[in-house]
């Protein structure tokens, strides 16, 4: 009907106007990907560490959080009595669950990490609290919940796949409080770390002769603030140079003990603390990847 209406007024439309007016799109490119004459052997995975997290709330809260708000993970795990892991966020994809803070020189580690949520409330309800009147500057152990034996086992068998894929340092497998130590205490006291390493062969751990060796009360006596600092520094952890334990620096020796001394995470630094981080920069001296 359009159609008859423009030839009975006499009308054409002005097709060829409009295609000269515009610069032609190249359909064809210039050049072909040659991903096969040479390859290059400086490379590794843009996949470096594993940072692990409890969500501070409940399965139903977890899923809410994680799937529907800005902050993400690439695997949560609920507390139910069943097989599944759920894989929220594409590994090639960046989760959201890291923020500020850094580790083994790396920073923004959203970019180059797995996270792995982990249902747990985290400080028991009436401990909740605990620090608010200032007595207690820490919670300790007995102020965290303990992790279901199953859940433990999925997150071991995940990390040790995750650990194989991307061929993770075992410093790397970390917690959030280990990333962040003035921000965050998860995965708490109470997650088993040692247990991981010597049931699972996960993450790090100190050889206990090498921390006898250290436990000599003469070195300890005599070693400076910036020495020891330093020695957090060499095993990964961010700490500033400020020539006291101040609380930035006191949350990172809470954070190390949540980690490797969690029947006794007290913020301060002492005899068995000093020879648990020698022992381990001993035993890890060198295993930073910075390239
Ligand atoms: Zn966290």
């Given at each position: 009907m359009v159609k008859n209406i423009f030839l009975a007024f006499g009308l054409t439309l002005p097709l060829i106007g409009c295609v000269t007016t515009t610069s032609p799109v190249a359909t064809t490119k210039s050049y072909i990907v040659d991903s096969k004459t040479y390859q290059a052997t400086g490379k590794s995975e843009r996949i470096k560490t594993i940072v692990l997290h409890y969500t501070v709330s409940d399965n139903d809260r977890s899923i809410n959080t994680l799937t529907t708000g800005k902050v993400s993970a690439h695997y949560l795990i609920l507390?139910?009595?069943?097989?599944k892991i759920y894989n929220?966020?594409?590994?090639n994809e960046r989760a959201w669950h890291a923020g500020d803070g850094g580790f083994a020189g790396r920073t923004i580690l959203n970019d180059t990490s797995i996270g792995i949520e982990i249902v747990n409330a985290g400080i028991a309800p009436e401990y909740q609290n605990a620090l608010k009147d200032g007595q207690l500057a820490y919670h300790p152990y007995d102020h965290y919940l303990a992790f279901d034996e199953l859940q433990i086992k999925k997150v071991a068998e995940l990390v040790q796949d995750i650990t194989a894929r991307?061929?993770?340092?075992?410093?790397?497998?970390?917690?959030h409080s280990d990333m962040a130590p003035s921000r965050k205490i998860d995965p708490g006291a109470k997650f088993p770390w040692q247990q991981l390493y010597k049931q699972y062969g996960i993450g790090a751990w100190y050889d206990d002769a090498d921390k006898l060796a250290f436990m000599d009360i003469n070195a300890f006596a005599t070693a400076t603030i910036p020495e020891i600092k330093q020695q957090f520094r060499d095993y990964g952890y961010q700490i500033n140079n400020s020539d006291e334990w101040d609380k930035a620096s006191r949350d990172v020796i809470y954070a190390f003990q949540l980690h490797f001394r969690p029947l006794n995470p007290t913020g301060e630094i002492d005899l068995e603390t000093y020879a648990i981080l020698k022992a381990l920069n001993k035993k890890y001296a060198n295993t930073n990847d910075f390239y």
């Open positions: 507390d139910n009595d069943d097989d929220l966020v594409p590994e991307y061929d993770i340092s075992p410093k790397n497998i970390i917690g």
